[in-house]
């Protein structure tokens, strides 16, 4: 359980974990918090791999606020990110870790999901990378690359 009380489903677990080992199967998951946000559980997984399509999904999250006014949304998400080296010296794989939390977000929904990740990102073991989102430009593929090739953080 994290700091805020939020609970991971173990369809987190379950569903990062084919991703882990079925390579190629599941390309990425995004993560919300239940509607009553009590629990991190699984909002989509994907096969899709155009890094482009999963981008949209982060910038068009949406999140309910106490009042039930609908906003922009904060989601967690691991992405199978596939990356070449220097030439000759192939390719590489890095599971990683995203905290999606933009700018215009509620404070309420930030605030929470900051104090939930925590709880995430342990009950996710094979995280290579990990990277802090929070405008659309920290998601471009080039910035993400830059920052999952040095490992991330």
């Known amino acids: 359980m994290s700091q805020s009380g939020v609970s991971v ?13 079925g390579k190629g199967v599941i390309k990425f998951i995004i993560y919300k ?9 699984v909002e989509e997984e994907s096969k899709e ?46 599971i990683t870790f995203i905290a999606w939390s933009p700018d215009d977000a ?19 073991n094979g995280i290579a990378a990990e990277l802090q989102a929070n405008e659309a430009d920290d998601i471009e593929k080039d910035e993400v690359l830059k920052a999952v090739s040095k490992g991330g953080r």
Not at 66 to 78: L, S, W
């Open 49 to 94: 791999a155009d890094w482009e399509v999963f981008r949209q999904k982060l910038l068009s999250a949406k999140t309910k606020n106490r009042r039930g006014d609908e906003g922009v949304g904060p989601r967690y998400a691991v992405y199978d990110f596939d990356y070449e080296l220097a030439p000759g010296e192939g390719k590489r794989s890095k």
């Open 106 to 124: 509620g404070i309420q929904a930030k605030m929470t999901y900051a104090s939930s990740k925590d709880a995430l990102k342990r009950s996710l």
């Open 9 to 21: 489903a173990p369809e987190c677990i379950t569903t990062f974990n084919e991703l882990k080992l």
């Open 33 to 41: 918090l239940s509607d009553d946000a009590k629990q991190v559980v």
